[in-house]
């Protein structure tokens, strides 16, 4: 089963809209991480949000923020305002601690696939 | 630039052949990823060191790859016997041990077996 569940493939999103990006993920531990990463055409993984499972409060990074729904397991990435340079793939990822502490490897979904249009 | 850095950026190789691929992490960083990823899909963990421990492999590393960080600062990813299925992006990425857990990726190494 996959971990981690990106349903929207593309999205065609007009300039200045907020755009709201799904993940859901799959996990039984108590203890996790979930991250949003952007990928450019250029090809580089950019880290944007982070948010820990035991944290109460939504992150918000400038004009990220990370709509966490523990009970739903979801953890869908908002952008606000949303600019013609947002044009990428998303990718949402989850690092789960693994028996004994230390930091497992990502898993990561298939991505979204974002278009700003002017 | 203090970034995770890669080399090289592109390679191209015949089937059967051994590649080499190496990885700077920034430099205060003790942990290091290497991640595959195919065309239309997210990276895949392929195995992490925590200095120069290996401390773990996932089942995509086959025999045929093998990972050093011999004095825990830059890495080497060595597969050999390439085969066509072994065309995609390699990624590498370091953080800091405990909080903030966020990887910081590299450009990529792609791969193309001909």
Known sequence: AQKITQTQPGMFVQEKEAVTLDCTYDTSDQSYGLFWYKQPSSGEMIFLIYQGSYDEQNATEGRYSLNFQKARKSANLVISASQLGDSAMYFCAMREVVKGGGADGLTFGKGTHLIIQP | ??????????????????????????????????????????????????????????????DRFSAERPKGSFSTLEIQRTEQGDSAMYLCASSLEGQPYEQYFGPGTRLTVT
Do not use: M
């Open chain 2, 1 to 62: 630039d203090t970034g995770v850095s890669q080399d090289p950026r592109h390679k191209i190789t015949k089937r059967g052949q051994n590649v080499t691929f190496r990885c700077d992490p920034i430099s205060e960083h003790n942990r290091l990823y290497w991640y595959r990823q195919t065309l239309g899909q997210g990276p895949e963990f392929l195995t992490y060191f925590q200095n120069e421990a290996q401390l773990e492999k996932s089942r995509l590393l086959s």
